[in-house]
């Protein structure tokens, strides 16, 4: 199959890089780079691990109500808010 391919900057000198140093055609590696890619993409991914964070009591609120960000960033910071 024949098609147009623009490459990004950055990608376009690895490939002119990698082809240097292997000897290869730019045809070869860009197929080789993209059947690697393509099945790397396709595999299953690996389950995560499972992370838990400890709970930590910070003490009781200082305002029942901190929908007035203003005021409990003052009241947080020690200031007296009127």
Wanted: glycine residues 4%; proline residues 2%.
């Amino acid at each position: 199959m024949r098609t147009t391919l623009t490459l990004d900057d950055d990608v376009a000198q690895q490939l002119e890089r990698a082809r240097r140093r292997l000897g290869r055609s730019l045809k070869q590696l860009v197929n080789e780079a993209l059947r690697v890619g393509l099945t790397h993409l396709e595999s299953p991914r690996a389950p995560r691990k499972r992370r838990s964070t400890k709970a930590v009591s910070l003490g009781r609120c200082l305002r029942e109500n901190v929908d007035d960000i203003a005021e409990a960033l003052a009241i947080a910071d020690g200031e007296r808010f009127r």
